[in-house]
């Protein structure tokens, strides 16, 4: 069961449903099920195939107390209060919820349907029956064989008045139990509506009218309750196999693929006014400079003694390793190469349909194994860097690059799931798959870091067509409008505009269990995003350096990380849809996108970072130095 509220998901059985005989059996699951929280276990309620059931009875338990002034609600109103959702599964389909009112029918697919309800006293009542509805269709090659396409669950609250039928042991109970041995009686019911009347012959699927318009009234959650359900199989010979799934992808277009469509049209206008601006202002600035530094001063300007301004003058230092930790500049690029290639390798694999979400954990599994291996391309960039800064603990940028980012995910993780753990939530992962990430990190990860820096030390260091001098050159005063923070706030703000339109679905997907399955938007927006930060980045660090300011290394990877500010800041604003009211549930939300806020900083500040190095090395190279 999930809840958007709370954001999390409980054991179907932690509430006093109805259990099947044996008691429930969990399924078979793989790694990323388990990270995503979900747990899929056998229910009480059968189904035969194409065979309508009426009113069949599942069992009568008791919810618990009544809803009292001054004293603790039971399980079941506490769990309807925060707005849990049960999700079933058939044949690996979700349930969509089907909701009814006097005018409209309501089918929603995503966040499965509500355990319960509260009228317009604050009163709460539980759904005790559900109507299954279930389409199929033949299968074309084979004989009597038949696939399930579409589940439907529509959930009603249906206060039964009955008598529980005691257990009896005589031969009569017995030969009533072999009679109707297909069918599951727990109760005698004194009031049916007409589908659950045994009298009538031909009966009819419990429906809205069926329901609230006969003055019954709706189940309260306590006491004694009846659980009961309809199964209503359908044939549709035009839903086929392959494209089952649309329906839930689409979210029966919700959101239209136009919302999507002007998004990129959104992000394409801003990366056209970035590119124009750099167009317009620094390549006519390059020409000018290029000519002003490589044309042969004339006897009257070397007699005057003309003094050079501008870019130029910082040759002798721009390339100077930078003043602040190069071992931890090394390492954060390193990471940031391995977040980029695990993230244009995901969003590539499910843009071309590899991780399908009927493939249960696919995408979790991906991302991490994808991550994992890439630990080769992390060690490699980060040996190489840091020996072209000089480095001398090599040892140490390697074992950093192996545990540093990894470290602080697995604390944060390892945190939360404590806390997951204390609030029963199935969120909490199991010691064993702890165990497994922990193989994962040090066992493969680790290696593969060490690995990629072997070779990385092994080449030889980034060459720069200019020189270093000894003694560092003095930074003049810098305008207010140069500064760090300034930088940051303009840096940021055009490349999150490029994205934040898909960056609202991606969050709904995550936080409130809709389905996101636009890979192929998500793609560009990502190549957007990258064009975007570079683009910004490459801006102010021409600016900078024209201030004669040379420490460009750091500035450059913040300006090209200040995105993910604005994606954290934003993640509070995006919080308020939750309406979460619970410590646990800051704690998570805040947590993961901190978390999420980090990756996004040290990837985009990867990308400022590489292209900055690759510009300066260009634009050096293309002048005469005395």
């Given at each position: ?95 969509a919820s089907k909701v009814e009112d006097d005018q409209t029918i309501t089918t929603r697919y995503w966040q499965g349907f509500p355990i319960g309800f509260l009228d317009d006293e604050d009163k709460a009542y539980i759904n005790n029956h559900v109507n299954i509805e279930i389409m199929y269709h033949r299968v074309e090659t084979m004989v009597d064989k038949y696939r399930i396409v579409r589940l439907t669950v529509e959930p009603f609250s249906i206060q039964h008045e009955f008598e529980p039928l005691e257990d009896d042991d005589d031969d009569d109970a017995e030969e009533e139990e072999g009679e109707k041995k297909e069918k599951n009686v727990v109760a005698t019911i004194d009031n049916p509506i007409l589908s659950c009347n045994q009298d009538i012959k031909v009966k009819n699927h419990t429906d809205y009218d069926m329901v609230y318009n006969t003055n019954r009234k709706p189940q ?407």
């Amino acid at each position: 069961m999930t809840s958007m509220h709370t954001l999390l998901p409980v054991d179907y059985y932690r509430l006093p449903f109805c259990q099947p005989s044996g008691g429930p059996k969990m399924e078979n699951e793989n790694l990323g099920e388990f990270l995503a929280g979900d747990r899929i276990e056998n229910s009480p309620y059968i189904l035969r195939m194409k065979e309508d059931m009426y009113c069949e009875q599942v069992c009568v338990t008791n919810i618990g107390r009544a809803e009292q002034k001054g004293v603790s609600a039971n399980k079941v109103v506490r769990a309807i209060r925060r707005g849990y959702h049960n999700n079933w599964i058939v044949d690996n389909l979700p349930a969509a919820s089907k909701v009814e009112d006097d005018q409209t029918i309501t089918t929603r697919y995503w966040q499965g349907f509500p355990i319960g309800f509260l009228d317009d006293e604050d009163k709460a009542y539980i759904n005790n029956h559900v109507n299954i509805e279930i389409m199929y269709h033949r299968v074309e090659t084979m004989v009597d064989k038949y696939r399930i396409v579409r589940l439907t669950v529509e959930p009603f609250s249906i206060q039964h008045e009955f008598e529980p039928l005691e257990d009896d042991d005589d031969d009569d109970a017995e030969e009533e139990e072999g009679e109707k041995k297909e069918k599951n009686v727990v109760a005698t019911i004194d009031n049916p509506i007409l589908s659950c009347n045994q009298d009538i012959k031909v009966k009819n699927h419990t429906d809205y009218d069926m329901v609230y318009n006969t003055n019954r009234k709706p189940q309260p959650a306590s006491g004694k309750v009846l659980f009961t359900y309809d199964v209503v199989w359908t044939e549709n010979p035009y839903l086929h196999w392959a494209s089952r799934w649309d329906i839930y992808l689409s979210m029966d277009d919700a959101i239209p693929a136009r919302v999507h469509w002007l998004s990129i049209l959104n992000s394409l206008v801003i990366v056209f006014v970035l590119t124009a601006m750099i167009a317009a202002i620094l390549v006519r600035n390059l020409r000018r400079d290029f000519s002003r530094y490589n044309r042969l001063a004339t006897d009257e300007e070397k007699a005057d003694e003309l003094e050079e301004f501008g870019w130029k003058l910082v040759h002798a230092d721009v390339f100077r390793p930078p003043s602040f930790s190069p071992l931890l500049l090394s390492v954060l690029c390193g990471t940031g190469v391995q977040l980029l290639a695990m993230a244009v390798l995901t969003i590539l694999f499910s843009a071309m349909g590899f991780l399908s979400p009927a493939n249960r954990g696919a995408l979790i599994m991906a991302q991490l194994l994808l991550y994992v291996l890439m630990g080769i391309l992390a060690g490699f960039v980060t040996a190489r860097l840091y020996k072209t800064f000089k480095g001398k603990s090599w040892q140490q940028a390697t074992l950093l690059t192996a545990l540093l980012f990894p470290g602080i995910a697995f604390l944060l993780f390892f945190a939360l799931d404590i806390m997951a753990w204390t609030q029963g939530s199935t969120d909490a992962v199991p010691f064993t798959t702890m165990i497994v990430l922990l193989v994962l990190w040090f066992g493969i990860s680790t290696p593969l870091v060490f690995f990629g820096a072997y070779f990385g030390y092994k080449q030889d260091p980034i060459e720069f067509p200019v020189n270093t001098s000894n003694i560092p050159r003095q930074i003049p005063d810098q305008p207010w409008y140069m500064g760090s923070l300034f930088s940051m706030a303009i840096g940021g703000i055009l490349p999150f505009g490029a994205c934040f339109v898909e960056l609202y679905f991606i969050l709904a997907s995550v936080w409130m269990d809709q389905y996101y399955y636009v890979f192929g938007f998500l793609l560009l927006v990502f190549i957007i995003l990258v064009i975007t930060c570079a683009e910004i980045t490459v801006l102010f660090n021409y600016f900078q350096l024209c201030g004669e300011n040379y420490h460009w290394w750091w500035r450059s990877f913040v300006n090209g990380g200040s995105t993910a500010v604005y994606v954290f800041v934003y993640s509070f604003v995006y919080f308020k849809q939750l309406e979460a009211n619970n410590f646990a549930t800051y704690m998570l939300y805040f947590g993961y996108m901190s978390l999420i806020s980090l990756s996004l900083f040290i990837l985009t500040g990867c990308v400022g970072l590489l292209t900055c190095l690759w510009f300066n090395r260009a634009i050096f190279g293309s002048v005469k130095i005395d």
